[in-house]
C-alpha cells in the first residue's frame, strides 16, 4: 500500500505528465522548437515531476529511471 503521504506526489506527478501529454499533442518538433510558451510549459511540467519525485521512497525512484534522470537533469539546469 502507498503511504499516504505519496499519494498528492504521485498526483502532482502524473497530472503534469498529462499536461504535457497535452501540451504537446499533434505538434512537430519544428512547431515545438519554435513554440517558447509551449516550451516552457514543459519546463515547468518536468519541475514538477521532478521536485514531487525527490518524496518518493528511494525504493520508488529506484525503479523509474526516468524520474532518476529527470532530477538529475533538473540539477544540471538549476547549477
Do not use: C, Y
Amino acid at each position: 500500500m502507498v503511504a499516504r503521504s505519496l499519494v498528492p506526489r504521485l498526483t502532482d506527478i502524473v497530472e503534469a505528465i498529462e499536461r504535457i501529454h497535452g501540451v504537446l499533442e499533434n505538434i512537430s518538433l519544428q512547431e515545438f522548437e519554435t513554440d517558447w510558451q509551449r516550451q516552457r510549459l514543459v519546463e515547468r511540467g518536468i519541475e514538477i515531476i521532478s521536485k514531487a519525485s525527490r518524496h518518493l521512497t528511494d525504493e520508488m525512484n529506484a525503479r523509474h529511471q526516468l524520474l532518476r534522470n529527470l532530477q538529475r537533469d533538473r540539477d544540471d539546469l538549476t547549477r
